[in-house]
């Protein structure tokens, strides 16, 4: 168990919709990363949040956005869905320390029909 | 341009044989090096990891790694392959240079045959 957790762990809407990823982090950990990871590609950077202020962006599309709350969780939100989007979103939390070892959550996968 | 290549997307063993997995990364200085483990259903588990000293780390499950270098290596190996351990095996690179940014390898998918 890394700590992490994502909610939901499945999710299947249709074009055109808007959906929420939720994570919440390792506790302790101030920094959330989402990644997209679509089916034969690699984990791709979506966005980075620490302490609830965007720290790095990476190939995130204009139609998602992201925020890290308070109590330093994180919702990803996808909007005008199309089938391209279908992937497993993880989140991560840690990127500090020594090394910046990353924890994962166990993703999200959504299904665009 | 900082990137990784895992050139095997899918690699078949037989159940004990042994396993070497490449990976190869373009980075300018000696970065941390990591392999993840993704099974299906689950997130991404740490097998190990290079920062610094010896270049051959041991890993979880019975895991290792040598950072080679003179290769831009770190390739990930194990002895005797157990059914268990088929899943997708992901090389990551953290550049070392102001804040972290981790650059993931498109993974290798390993199936273990009986």
């Known amino acids: 168990d890394s700590g992490v957790t994502q909610t939901p762990k499945h999710l299947i809407t249709a074009t055109g919709q808007r959906v929420t990823l939720r994570c919440s982090p390792r506790?302790?950990?101030?920094?959330v990363y989402w990644y997209q990871q679509s089916l034969d590609q690699g984990l791709q950077f979506l966005i980075q949040?620490?302490?609830?202020?965007?720290?790095a962006k990476g190939n995130i599309l204009e139609r998602f956005s992201a925020q890290q709350f308070p109590d330093l969780h994180s919702e990803l939100n996808l909007s005008s869905l199309e089938l391209g989007d279908s992937a497993l979103y993880f989140c991560?939390?840690?990127?500090?320390?020594?090394?910046?070892?990353?924890?994962f959550g166990e993703g999200s996968r959504l299904t665009v029909l | 341009a900082q990137s990784v290549t895992q050139p095997d997307i899918h690699i078949t063993v037989s159940e004990g044989a042994s396993l070497e997995l490449r990976c190869n990364y373009s980075?300018?200085?000696?970065?941390?090096l990591f392999w993840y483990v993704q099974s299906p259903g689950q997130g991404l588990q740490l097998l190990l990891k290079?920062?610094?000293?010896?270049?051959l780390v041991q890993g979880i499950k019975g895991f290792e790694a040598e950072f080679k270098r003179s290769q831009s290596s770190f390739n990930l190996r194990k002895p005797s392959v157990h059914w268990s351990d088929a899943a997708e095996y992901v090389c990551?690179?953290?550049?070392?240079?102001?804040?972290?940014?981790?650059?993931f390898g498109t993974g290798t998918r390993l199936k273990v045959l009986a």
């Open positions: 290079y920062f610094s000293g010896d270049t």
């Open positions: 949040y620490y302490n609830g202020e965007e720290r």
């Open positions: 980075y300018g200085a000696t970065p941390y």
């Open positions: 990551a690179v953290v550049t070392t240079s102001g804040t972290y940014k981790y650059i």
């Open positions: 506790s302790g950990d101030l920094s």
């Open positions: 991560a939390s840690g990127g500090t320390g020594d090394t910046g070892e990353l924890f």
